[in-house]
């Protein structure tokens, strides 16, 4: 009896340390397109992320939204503009102890950057008219700080702790699971 636990507790050790030898590491910089939870109305983000081997992870995401926006002094009907945003994060990822396949990453709100500059804004149509509105002026400071404030706001809400499941690493590939949504990004692993 003494020997068949023994052997027992060998074998639990073993396919315990076996299994940390098998957790994907996702040290890399991968890309994908994001349909799911996407802050606001926009129906997809592109995404990139940069995990270390050191345990940090930065993430950057590119939005492009049509947004309706109104009129200034000298324009007083409300018009449309695709408005693209740059928000970027950083934070820490680690395995879920006892787990094989999940890592928890966490993102400091501190460290969530937000760019949209006037470039990155393009008039489309009046929404009275239907006409297109040319020779638009740039969108105000203050419009922009709106939205980069709800961009920051919902990143901040959305993003602080995300739980990956079943996570498995290729040499181009990383898959996982948040929820029950399957998410695949491309890239290259880290050597």
Known sequence: MKKLLAYAAAV???VSFTSC???PNPAGEWSGTVTDNVPGE???MDVTLNFDKDGSVQA???ITAVEDLNG???IVTPFQA???ASVSQS???QYVDGE???ILVKFDKNSINVDISPDMVEYRVNELTGQEVPDMQALTPAVIAKYKGAYKDDFARRNATLLLDDVKVKTNMLKFEIGKTDYVFTGARAK
């Open 12 to 14: 639990a050790a073993l």
């Open 21 to 23: 030898d098998n957790r």
């Open 42 to 44: 926009q129906n997809a």
């Open 60 to 62: 950057t995401y590119v």
């Open 72 to 74: 200034n002094d000298s």
């Open 82 to 84: 695709s408005v693209t």
């Open 91 to 93: 934070g820490v990822w």
């Open 100 to 102: 094989d396949d999940e």
